[in-house]
């Protein structure tokens, strides 16, 4: 929207012609099918857990549920696996071999995660500009990364706990990794409900993950963004 | 349940007869926005409004596409991690399609199991015939869909055993088992051959109580709990696919773990 304005970008760095798009389309394509299958998945596996549960008299209610019953959350949960897997691998190749993780999510130094966390306290929200993240956002996006690298880890233990019985000795027992499932989801859930929050709050980002944003190069973004690093690989 | 939206004292009705044509127009504005919105949450989370039938056809596809994965994801010669002895629950966790109090006890003395389908020797065996099978014990964790488990001692013939002992084609696809409970139950061949697939005539090293299968039932260390099929009947050597009774309601049928 106001990207003449954008106050990180230094006026002498040339502009790109033809610089990629913030969100390029195979990130926006596999951030949606994503967002799908995982309310895929963590709606089936409520309706799961709910046939045996692991918080004493917590329920998810039959509206939450994807599935009428346990049988289909279950055929839903073992069918959304696979896309769940075949994207989040491509995901994360895409983002290791463009070096998308290394430019959006490093570095990440903690007093810059104090001083955001204390700005967001006071409803300061910097999001001028939306190509650079800070600190708390880099933080939140690679836990849940982790955590959903992790679904996939516990998920195979307690699909198969015989085939994969050093995976579930490692993760401390059946039960153990079971609990670990349902704490992963936890997470992934806390994640989404700040994710969409702060989307909504900022719909520019929400458009740029539609419509790719704007068109930014990765080193001068970088390099505007750090100067004082000389931020350059 | 009493609706959130009905107050308790009704107001007087002719403030309603005066607003006739706004509540309408309200009624409808909500009506569109509320199915609107019903589509889009149904759209994003699939949420089963009405279990569409085209929808379930592929669940079941791909539930199939998954038996196949899990059968080559089956190690034959992986056994399952086993446990102390001390370790035994006692007694056993009850589990079946009704409750404990509706078990019907099987009378051993009069029980026979038939045999039939791709086997040579179709008699009938008794209780004591089992018995006099070389027996295997173990200690193993009971895992059901639901997601909870147990460490249970089972000790009987292993089902290779059995089925080497009836000249079983080996080499058919399925195992099938009929019950005395009517819970039709089948397994592939190679986790019917499995060390760890036992036809299970004893809990703890006592006798298999009435609950949890008396006089034999199956128990296979490498399939979830509801592929374990108690108060045997039948056992048929079959290329035939039978299913079983909760895979005829939708859950998966491998079910390996």
Same mark, same amino acid.
């Given at each position: ?233 | ?66 038996? &196949?994965?899990?059968?080559? !994801?089956?190690?034959?010669?992986? /056994? %399952?991690?086993? #446990? ?6 006692? $007694? ?95 397994? &592939?061949?190679?986790?019917? !051959?499995?060390?760890?697939?036992? /036809? %299970?005539?004893? #809990? ?6 009435? $609950? ?46």
């Amino acid at each position: 929207m106001n990207q003449i304005a954008n106050p990180t970008s230094s006026p002498s760095a040339p502009r790109p012609r033809a610089g990629r798009r913030l969100h390029p389309w195979p990130i926006r394509i596999m951030h949606w099918i994503n967002a799908v299958v995982m309310l895929v998945m963590i709606t089936s596996g409520w309706g799961i857990y709910d046939d045996d549960v692991i918080i004493r008299g917590f329920y998810f209610s039959s509206f939450w549920r994807l599935g009428d019953w346990a049988a289909w959350s279950l055929n839903w949960h073992f069918a959304g696996m696979w896309f769940l897997v075949i994207n989040g691998l491509a995901y994360l190749t895409y983002g290791f071999v463009t070096g998308r993780f290394r430019e959006k999510l490093l570095p990440i130094r903690p007093a810059e995660v104090v001083h955001t966390v204390i700005d967001t306290l006071h409803f300061k929200f910097a999001h001028e500009d939306i190509t650079v993240y800070n600190a708390v956002q880099k933080l939140l996006y690679i836990i849940v990364i982790l955590a959903g690298i992790s679904q996939v880890v516990t998920g195979l233990a307690i699909w198969k706990p015989v085939q994969f019985s050093g995976l579930v000795s490692l993760l401390g027992g059946f039960q153990t990794a079971r609990v670990l499932h349902f704490a992963g989801m936890a997470v992934i859930v806390g994640f989404l409900i700040v994710h969409v929050a702060l989307a909504l709050l900022v719909p520019k980002t929400l458009w740029a993950m539609v419509a790719g944003g704007p068109r930014v190069t990765p080193n001068s973004q970088a390099q505007a963004h750090h100067p004082q690093q000389g931020h350059t690989t | 349940m009493r609706s959130l939206f009905r107050p308790d004292v009704v107001p007087d009705t002719a403030i309603l007869d005066d607003h006739q044509p706004l509540i309408r127009s309200l009624e409808r504005r909500g009506l569109i926005r509320g199915s609107l919105s019903l589509g889009a949450l149904a759209l994003l989370t699939g949420c089963d409004v009405k279990r569409p039938e085209s929808v379930e056809s592929a669940l079941l596809a791909i539930s199939r596409l998954n038996d &196949d994965v899990q059968a080559l !994801l089956f190690n034959p010669n992986k /056994l %399952a991690p086993t #446990y102390p002895a001390s370790m035994i629950l006692r $007694p056993p966790k009850f589990n079946a399609y009704y409750d404990v109090m509706d078990v019907k006890p099987v009378n051993g003395k009069t029980w026979r199991l038939e045999v039939s389908g791709r086997v040579a020797d179709k008699r009938h065996w008794k209780l004591q015939d089992l018995r006099a099978l070389p027996q295997t014990s173990m200690v193993i964790q009971h895992i059901c869909v639901e997601g909870w488990s147990y460490i249970g001692g089972w000790s009987g013939p292993t089902l290779r055993i059995f089925l080497e002992h009836v000249g079983a084609d080996l080499r058919a696809k399925y195992v099938a088992f009929k019950t005395a409970d009517d819970y039709p139950s089948s397994i &592939d061949m190679a986790t019917a !051959l499995h060390p760890q697939t036992l /036809l %299970a005539i004893q #809990y703890g090293g006592e006798t298999l109580a009435d $609950p949890f299968g008396f006089p034999v039932r199956l128990r296979t260390a490498t399939k979830l709990g509801y592929k374990n099929p108690k108060w045997l009947t039948s056992i048929e050597v079959t290329n035939t696919y039978t299913g079983g009774y909760w895979e005829a309601k939708g859950f998966p049928w491998f079910a390996g773990i």
